[in-house]
Every structure is written in structure tokens, then in C-alpha cells.
């Protein structure tokens, strides 16, 4: 027990060490590659199961949505003309009504369907940290995934909801915390926003500019646990409880940039990298040889990031047709949501185990084939300018 606790501590901090190298020599994304390197190592016993890897691995998926959130800024979307918003709610109705239309056409279980029209922006904050929040195509994205990133979390917690409790008096009651939370969250911002309007000075009281004792991390982090020991207490989804932690942060104590810096560095440096290899862990690669998984996994994966495309072209004149193919592609890796509702359906027998395999390789070949796309466009489009 004790040598297995060893050779998985080793074995992660090589693999968190050693994937940005390996993300040059291959020339993909570090994600794909921590996941690719995870299930690698899980198949040669180098990663056993492990309850304090799968706690900090969820700690570190928590982690990255509320990094997601510290990338959204709402004084921008407040700012957005009424067509963005509108272009980016048609293109989530779109997007949604390809999905689930692809999902009967190819008769794909129920599961399968309602994974695919989710949105995450989680790896949107890769994506930034990479090419730099600034991007006219990234913004556009951040606001069409915001909205869509809520909606697939409600959507996430119905399912959970509805999953152990069946369509009972009980689901509706989690449906109508749901509500309330949001309700609260919302009251609660416009409160916060007049009293630092008030007394702006508070800020700096909370997260001071000459800062000696970590001030702003303390609170970023207390924040973060906050909202996530509510969603405990209301049996809801936790990821949106960090999400909103990020959003706050962002939204009220935006002055400090270093802070954004500080928190990123943490999460990609440690937490997500783990989650990451943890994914990849979980996947067991001699599934591969399954008659099935391959094909469909492939399926899902055309799927998503054609239903993602289409829906696109609707933002073609907001900002062009190639800023409007990246926006597509930045919103086709729904890894953790894709994750989270595959594991949810297998654990409740929902989905049998071919099919919770077919989502988790789909999940990653998004990743692969949309990161690496969005580079070679991103790279063609600097070129042209």
C-alpha cells in the first residue's frame, strides 16, 4: 500500500512536470496530452485508484470552473449590443436543435443525446491563457459560453437530480433551490454592486494593493469553498457554485490583475493538470480494442463539432466567417460536463459501460481535433494580418 502511495505521487509529479515538454515534442495541447498520458500510465500500474487522487482530481475540476468564471467579465457582456446577445442565444438554440436532431437521425441512447448539446468554458481559460483573453473571436465566445455554460449546468443538476430521485416531488423541489439560488446569487451581486458603488474603498480593504499577508488569495479561496459548501447543503451541482465564486472575483475585485495571475498559476500549474491526468486515468485503454468504442466515439465526436459549426454560421456577421469557425470549435469541448454526465448515467446503470467509454473517448478527441484546429487557424489568421 504504502510503495503503490509512492509510485502514484512520483508518477504525478513527473506527469505535471514533464507534459508541457511532451505537449512541444508532439505538438499538441498540454490537456489532451496530460489525458493521453494518464490513461498511458493508469494501463501500466503506475496510477491505482486512489480516494485523495480522485478527492484533489475534483478539487482540481472545481477548480478549473471557477477559473472559467475569473475569465468572464460582465461589465463586457452588460456593454454587448443586443444583436451579440441575441446571435448568441440563436446560436445555442441552433446548436441545441442540431444536436439532439443528429442524436434521433443516428438513433444514439438517451444519454448520448442529452450529453451533446452541453456547453463548458472551461478549457475557454486555456484558451485564453494561450492566445490571450483579448481576441475578438475569444470574447464572443466567453459570451455565447456563458450562456450556454448555465443552462448545461441546470441542465447537469435536473439530471443528477433526476437520475437518483426519478421525476418525484423531490426533483421538483431541487429544481425550485435551483431557482431560488440563482434568484439569490442574483440579489446578492446587485447589492454588493451598490454598496462598493457607495464605498468603493472597501475593495481595497478586502483585497489591498500592498499586500503582505495574501489578503486577495485568502478571500478568493474562501469564496470558493463558500459557494461550494452551499451547493453541498442544497444537493446541487457544485461546479456551479465555483463557477459563480470565479464570476464574483471577476466581477468585483477586477482592479487587481495580479490576483487572476496568482489563482491561474495555481490551477494550471497543479490542480488542473491532475484533473486532467485523472480523466485520463479513468479511461481504460484496452477498451479501445472493444468492438464499438472507436466508432463510436468517433460518431459523437463528428457530431458535436458539426452541430457546433452550423450553428456558427449565425455569427459569421458579427465578426467573420473565420472568427466565427473558431467560436464553434473553442465551444465543441465539453469535457467536463461530457464527463460528469457520463459518469452520473454509468453509476446509475443508466448507460451500460460501452457507452460511458464512447463518451469519454469522444470527449477527448474533441479536445485533440479542436485545439489543434483552432492553433492552425489562429496561426493562418496572425500570418494574414
Known sequence: MISSNITLILTLSLLIWGS??????????????????????AYFGFISNNQYFNLIAEVGFLYLMFLAGMEVDLKQI??????????SILFIALMAFFSIAFGFIFRLNIITIISMPLISI????????NYGKEE???????????????????????FDAASTTGFSSELFIKVGYLLMFILAVYLIYRLLHLLFWWYPELKKTLVP?????????RLAMALFFILIAVMFSLELELALGAFIAGIAISAFFHHEKKLEE?????????????????????????????????????LITVLMLLSRLLAAIVLRKLSGARDALLIGLS???????????????????????LSYYQLILASIFEIIIAMTTIKILHSRRSKSV
Open 122 to 129: 472551461g478549457l475557454l481559460a486555456s484558451l485564453a491563457k
Open 209 to 217: 494593493q500592498v499586500d503582505t499577508s495574501s489578503q486577495d488569495i
Open 78 to 87: 452588460q456593454r454587448s449590443s443586443k444583436e451579440v446577445i441575441r446571435k
Open 331 to 353: 465551444l465543441s469541448m465539453p469535457l467536463t460536463l461530457l464527463v460528469a454526465v457520463a459518469t452520473i448515467g454509468y453509476e446509475t446503470k443508466v448507460i451500460d459501460i
Open 20 to 41: 508541457p515538454f511532451i505537449s512541444k515534442m508532439v505538438r499538441l495541447p498540454i490537456p489532451p496530452v496530460e489525458i493521453i498520458l494518464g490513461s498511458l500510465f
Open 262 to 298: 496568482k489563482m491561474s498559476s495555481l490551477g494550471f500549474g497543479f490542480l488542473v493538470p491532475l484533473f486532467f491526468i485523472h480523466v485520463g486515468a479513468s479511461f481504460d485503454i484496452t477498451s479501445l480494442a472493444v468492438e464499438g468504442v472507436i466508432y463510436g466515439a468517433l
Open 136 to 158: 475578438s473571436w475569444l470574447k464572443l465566445a466567453f459570451i455565447a459560453g456563458i450562456l450556454g455554460e448555465v443552462i448545461s449546468i441546470a441542465a447537469l443538476t435536473i
